[in-house]
């Protein structure tokens, strides 16, 4: 039996870049009767660079719960729940804090990559700072063994990996050291519809899972093509094409692609066509999860109640790993 954590930061809506990465995955898994997910709504981890502006993430629990019902996550199959209400994972992470040194966590290249990215400087908040850690004690709190993450957050799952062994050396053998589900080769992350790296909220180039049809199709025909494929008889690269590269990640009909790919290339296809027939293949996928979504979304009190349901069957496994570990520990004075 496999138990997996997984989640997403709460900072607003989920994308097509999530979907890809995650979200559609994290549905298969859910169906292995071998498997059971925990899924976390991370809005600690979020308000570590938010806390001047809580309101953004608190306003997006409910929109990212929505998203995940939506795509097909099912509250009786998986646990659904959300960070800040399961008070163990502070302890938990108070303890791990003393394994970790102030450099180790200073060595870490996806956080130096973190603080870079937001400018922090030495304002680099400390609960930002220290979020490899925290990330330990979600993990360890559930004693996931499998843990989905892609290339650049493999540095986070390593200090884990570092905690539980440090753990276990000093103490008793009582969590369980996790190991990296790393997405297929080739299966990076979904660029951005202007071309740009990823696909982010911050820079505001995502098709999201709550974008109606009209919204879909004007994102799509802004898409970035080939500058110099200016008129229709000119011949196009399809390589850097934001077009293309969606057609091959989310169309299916594989030969019709290939013909749109050389007649593009020759000359003669111009990008409203192919644009077009995209937001065609796009539709076919989303249409049914947005009618869900729409759907979960009236009555967004019962979403929440599964929220707290799925806090509340969280709270009782993290409880029993830290009951585990303070009596490692020899901290569990009064039991």
Known sequence: MNTIL??????????????????????????????????????MQALTDNAKNPQKVSENILQVALDYLAIGLDP?????????????????????????????????PTVKAEIEQKKFGEGVPTGFFIYPVSQAADITAFKANLVPVGEDQKPMLEQTQEIVHSFNSIYSDVLV???????????????????????????????????????????????YTDPNHIHVADPGQVEGNMVFTYLDVFGKDLEKIAALKEHYRQGGLGDVKIKRY????????????RQRREEFAKDPAEVMNLLKKGSEKAEQVAAQTLAEVKEAMGINYFA
């Open 76 to 108: 009786t199959r998986s646990t659904l729940f959300i960070q800040s209400q399961i008070p163990q994972l502070s302890e938990l992470t108070m303890y791990y804090l003393n394994l970790v040194s102030v450099a180790r966590v200073r060595r870490n």
């Open 6 to 43: 997984t989640g997403d930061r709460p900072t607003g809506q989920l994308h097509l870049g999530h979907y890809v990465g995650s979200l559609k995955k994290r549905v298969e898994m859910q169906d292995d009767p071998n498997n059971q997910l925990y899924i976390m709504i991370a809005d």
């Open 278 to 289: 995209l937001i065609d293949v796009l539709e076919e996928e989303f249409a049914p999860i």
């Open 177 to 223: 050291e996790p190991k990296a589900v790393l997405p297929p080769k080739g299966m990076g992350r979904l660029p951005g519809i202007d071309g740009n790296g990823k696909m982010s909220k911050s820079l505001n180039n995502g098709i999201y899972l709550a974008d109606n049809a009209d919204i879909v199709q004007k994102k799509v025909m802004s898409m």
